[in-house]
């Protein structure tokens, strides 16, 4: 019932571009990024719902297409400030909205 | 912008002893869960909690996890006799009733060690 994200982790060097996947076995209502950074909260970035809809926050966009059953996460023009751990919490609907969490992906920005 | 809050930020206890974390969600929020995080692992969800009664819970939410509203402004998880392998970062969320508006607020957790 865990989505799995992929990659586990990655490596850029400022300004080039991401993209994480989260995938799940089940029928998903909506999907939420979230990212952390070492010894802090999860920060919420955006929720996905099911309709299949795009949505953007300034450089870091994301993607759900409810067939799949799959989100992705699109970081462009990557920030040293982007670096951290990014999640992927799934809400199957049928629940008061607990979120699922993928394992995560390491996301480390170089200069 | 208001915030959910945790007390304490760190608490060190012996394996055997009662532990009680505390949550101050957010004022007009109605849903609370506790989530749970192994150093370097991912978040795990424990339990939800809605209309002063728990709505959901995690395998990992055994008899030894308990939750409370006591005066509807805290939220508290207790664990009545920790083990070793409680020790975690433990985060307190919640959300708006609003249907349209599904974002969970996370506090800043409680790491817990356990000896």
């Known amino acids: 019932q865990q989505p799995v994200q992929s990659p586990q982790a990655v490596i850029l060097r400022e300004g080039e571009d991401a993209v994480i996947n989260c995938s799940s076995s089940?029928?998903?209502?909506?999907v939420h990024w979230y990212r952390q950074k070492h010894g802090e909260a999860p920060v919420f970035l955006m929720i996905?719902?099911?309709g299949g809809e795009q949505k953007g926050h300034e450089k870091i966009s994301a993607s759900f297409n409810e067939k799949k059953q799959q989100s992705s996460l699109y970081l462009t023009a990557s920030q040293l400030s982007y670096s951290g751990t990014y999640f992927c919490?799934?809400?199957?609907?049928?629940?008061?909205?607990?979120?699922?969490w993928g394992a995560g992906t390491k996301l480390i920005i170089k200069p | 912008e208001p915030e959910v809050t945790q007390t304490p930020s760190h608490q060190v206890t012996q394996m055997g002893q009662e532990v009680i974390l505390r949550c101050v969600p957010i004022?007009?929020?109605?849903?609370f869960y506790w989530y749970r995080q192994i150093l370097g692992q991912k978040v795990e969800f424990l339990v939800s909690?809605?209309?002063?009664?728990?709505?959901?819970k995690s395998e990992i939410f055994d008899d030894q996890f308990s939750v409370e509203r006591p005066d509807g402004s805290n939220f508290t998880l207790k664990i009545r006799s920790t083990k070793l392998e409680d020790s975690a970062m433990y985060f307190c969320?919640?959300?708006?009733?609003?249907?349209?508006?599904?974002?969970?607020?996370f506090g800043p957790g409680t790491r817990l060690t356990v000896t």
């Open positions: 909690f809605y209309n002063n009664e728990i709505s959901e």
């Open positions: 996905l719902l099911k």
């Open positions: 919490g799934t809400e199957m609907g049928d629940s008061n909205y607990q979120l699922i």
């Open positions: 969320a919640s959300r708006d009733p609003d249907r349209t508006a599904y974002e969970q607020y």
């Open positions: 004022s007009n929020h109605l849903y």
């Open positions: 089940k029928a998903l209502y909506s």
